[in-house]
């Protein structure tokens, strides 16, 4: 079911009750782009990791979310699902709000393209969000603005038009003069004819605006009101009314709770993730590192230089994880499971020795089928996301006596899995571990060497020939982390090579310690 | 006439043909975000202008270019026009090309899709582009692999898959051992079998198929030739053929000449920017200094760090350009004209003392009505550029006894206007002169104030009230360009207020003389 601005509202209730009554959530981002800066390597640190992606890749913007629910039903044995699909969008509230800059790459719009992702329907129609600085950053301002407004005269200020070089109270430039001047004569005839209500001035720029309002504040202290309104040909104009001060009191009250109303409406798809936090409930994801950063960033808070406090800050937004790429790559599934790319892994675990689950839509409006392939749509791949783990969760149980005919979100035999999120690439660190510390293997065997930029691959498989073969990780033009295949040639390295005359070598150890520093 | 991906190759004849009969054209383009970092103000020299803009735009992508050509009939004392809106996207070549991260302002984006601007369009079907660096760079790393390829074995390298960690050797890993010896046993069979000529492998990821490609290079030294083939639903597998030597040699050269003409296309929209320059033809413009920065940052050569070098390079690009924005800001016109922006513009240059100018489209594609506002689409706003240009140039005319009917783009009439950039919101310096130095206003009655963030506009007035009225253009949070409106108080100043316990003051001479060091 697509979700927009213009469904959110209406549709919200029932999203939470979704969520509420399921059993796990499966959730899924689709983004702007992926990398830009420093390149992730086989050899990160999952905190070098975090920090990388969160330089790199927070600039980009989530622009659509993928909610999948799950609720098991005992007595047809079967799982009952709803997938919400959400396009999400900045568009700022006003002028006090931010105005989000954000990047995009090139080759992944490229890719959404190809994909048929709708991007009008994200720029259109996308559902806004704050943060909760944010939100209350604005609500600050708003309650400002409003003691401001009841405690001076200026009762009428432009919405629209607040430049910042025109905060001081305005001179009216020469050119502009006989303009305003037959503005205020044409308010003060129609202030005169009793039988006329309301007055339309002329179309005019945002800066005469600006200035008719000033004017007329000062000119005429009582008894009329301003508004700026927009025709259909989307010009710009002023009315002005007759008004008693019983009923400017009365528009200003009307107005403030629609800015009421429409900050709580500002804070959107936030709202969404709260719920999520709220429930407590399982959320599973496939290779979900990034749509962690992603949420986080963008609904929670922007995220910590500190890793630990990330950890912190991810396990309080999201109790309760469990990451599907990390079990497919995972025993007992990995000796069974070649490919773990989402669509491949979606088929093989459709087959033996898996099953596929028995699962249901709700209703005609949350179905998707996986036979019409919209592989990379993200209501559709947090669905396959939660397939796949219900395959997988289901699997474990073959290995009990008897075999139970569903192992649920909660079930200790998850456990392994839970809280961890998969680290790509990175061949001796499966995981991140979001409760507890990371592992660190031992890297005796592995090298930083740096050299001039002329060096290929081939002068390192030289430079190391004498140990057999060896994995190269590049970190820049100049730099690499090379890992030796034989470790136990490890201990032979910084003797035999350790001086050279075009090169730098250090044990990974010592490289450690002096990038630390 | 939308241009895109899939129309530009075949209708590329014809926009050249239209720019070398025309008298002038008109451009203009949409951008993914205007601003970005320090702020523009009122005070701005146009050097200083040109800097903020270097660093806060060139980051964002003109997404959508509008040309309009104008040829005078003589015969029929009309113009003939044609519109072309082309929709631009960086989708990346290959994996040699660099793959664009560009910034989006979501304001601007909202302002877009409020104008039913169609996103799909750019980024399914946009037209890609290299600026000149960009082609040579790829035309010589093509080179290069065409010339690797001939002197080594490596004739097939997988084309689409070259991930930097494994620039190396493969060395197989213990999981993909018994995958790869099944593929190698398969391809032997299948060279065995003289009934066979093509043998698809099963469907495999990227690194699996890097392997197969490395494995297959080593035990089958020859007699076959391997692709990557992507199937309806987008799977990507490997199709092995037998081929004689002779045979390989003939798919390698024209593969080569694929590459070189895929590398062609590859320059797409730039070489629209490159026709236009090699015309001489005036450009006209509205407010076109982003127009033309971003033009010559995506389509020539990044923006160069020193002023005098960009408006070399400018008047390279366009060797003659005219903006609209200037003109109607500038006397005659002026005086006449209380609105400038493009919209307004062009209603009060239909109307006395000017007159709707007698223009025709050559055909119903190239046609556009006045009347459906269709302003913001790029080929719409070249359109009505133009339009405004000939109102204007021919209002010139008005002057002339007798009065001619037209005045032409290369008159004399225009030269006061030519290659001259509108620079906004500052007062006392309207333009930015590309063939020559900028003006040097004297602002002997400026003065630049620091002060504490908690500073607000009334503490500046307040600080400056034995002077009368100030304009005051805000730098940041902490500090502001004064200007007195008494210019004769300026002498004052300082004496009076130049010392200060919370603030800072100095003149506008001594903060231009600091800031330059
Ligand atoms: N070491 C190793 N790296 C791989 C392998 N497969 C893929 N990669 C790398 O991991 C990245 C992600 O690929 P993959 O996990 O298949 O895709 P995803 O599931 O959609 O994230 C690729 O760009 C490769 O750089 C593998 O078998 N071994
Ligand atoms: N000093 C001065 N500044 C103006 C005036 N009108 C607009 N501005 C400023 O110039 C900016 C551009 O407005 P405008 O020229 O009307 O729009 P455009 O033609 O579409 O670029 C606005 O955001 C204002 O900050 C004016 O009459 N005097």
Redesign the interface.
Same mark, same amino acid.
């Given at each position: 079911m697509n979700i927009t601005r213009k469904n959110f509202k209406e549709t919200f209730p029932l999203i939470v009750e979704s969520i509420n009554e399921a059993d796990f959530l499966a959730i899924d981002g689709e983004f702007? !782009?992926l990398t +830009?800066g420093r &390149?992730s390597?086989?050899f990160d640190t999952p905190e070098e990791r975090y920090h990388k992606l969160k330089e790199g890749t927070c600039d980009f /913007?989530l622009v659509q979310f993928g909610l999948c629910t799950f609720t098991y039903k005992h007595e047809e044995k079967k799982y009952i699902s709803k997938a919400y699909n959400f396009y999400i969008? =900045?568009? =700022?509230l006003n002028r006090q709000a931010s105005?989000?800059?954000? /990047?995009?790459? *090139?080759?992944s /719009?490229?890719f /959404?393209?190809r994909q048929s992702f709708?991007?009008?329907k994200?720029? #259109?129609e996308g559902i806004p969000y704050l943060n909760p600085a944010e939100e209350q950053s604005l609500s600050d301002a708003l309650q400002e603005r409003h003691n401001q407004s009841m405690n001076n005269e200026l009762t009428y200020v432009s919405p629209s038009y607040e430049s =910042?070089?025109f &905060? !001081? =109270?305005l001179?009216i430039p020469e050119?502009h003069k006989s303009?305003i001047a037959d503005i205020c004569k044409k308010i003060e005839t129609f202030l005169k004819d009793e039988q006329e209500t309301s007055l339309q001035l002329p179309?005019?720029?945002a800066y005469?605006r600006k200035l008719i309002y000033e004017a007329a504040r000062k000119r005429f202290k009582m008894g009329i009101q301003l508004d700026t309104q927009t025709a259909e +040909?989307r010009d710009r104009f002023i009315v002005v009314k007759k008004a008693s001060e019983e009923e400017k009191k009365l528009v200003e009250q009307k107005k403030r709770e629609a800015d009421w109303e429409e900050l709580k409406d500002a804070v959107g798809f936030s709202n969404v993730i709260r719920e999520i936090t709220r429930s407590g409930k399982l959320v599973v994801g496939h290779n979900m590192m990034l749509d962690l950063m992603h949420v986080l960033h963008q609904f929670a808070s922007p995220l910590p230089e500190d890793y630990e406090e990330f950890k912190s800050l991810a396990h309080c937004v999201f109790p309760r994880i469990c990451d599907t790429k990390l079990m497919s790559s995972t025993n007992p599934f &990995?000796v069974n499971i070649? $490919?773990t790319?989402l669509g +491949?892994l979606t088929k093989i675990l459709e087959r033996a020795p898996f099953a596929k689950p028995n699962i249901e839509f709700a209703a005609e409006e949350h179905s998707y089928s996986t036979v019409a +392939?919209q592989l990379h749509e993200a209501g559709y791949d947090a669905y396959i996301t939660g397939l796949c783990f219900i395959s997988m969760a289901n699997f474990l149980g073959t290995f009990q006596v008897p075999i139970p005919s569903r192992i649920p979100a909660n079930s200790p035999l998850l456990e392994p899995f839970v809280n961890k999120l998969y680290v790509m $690439?990175v061949v001796d660190i499966p995981y991140m571990n979001l409760v507890g510390a990371d592992l660190k293997p031992n890297r005796d065997h592995v090298f930083h060497v740096s050299f001039p930029a002329s060096w290929?691959?081939s002068d %390192?498989?030289q430079l190391f020939s004498a140990f057999g073969?060896? #994995? %190269? *990780?590049?970190i820049n033009d100049t730099s690499a982390l090379v890992g030796l295949?034989y470790k136990d040639n490890a201990g032979l390295v910084m003797k035999t090579i350790g001086e050279g005359e075009s090169y730098k070598i250090q044990t990974y150890k010592d490289y450690c310690q002096t990038t630390q520093v």
């Open positions: 702007t !782009g +830009n &390149k390597h086989s /913007l969008f =900045p568009t =700022p105005d989000v800059r954000f /990047l995009c790459q *090139a080759s /719009l490229d /959404l393209a709708d991007f009008n994200v720029f #259109y =910042p070089a &905060k !001081g =109270p001179v050119e303009f179309v005019c720029t005469q +040909n &990995k070649p $490919m790319d +491949n +392939n $690439m290929r691959t %390192i498989v073969h060896v #994995y %190269i *990780a590049w295949n």
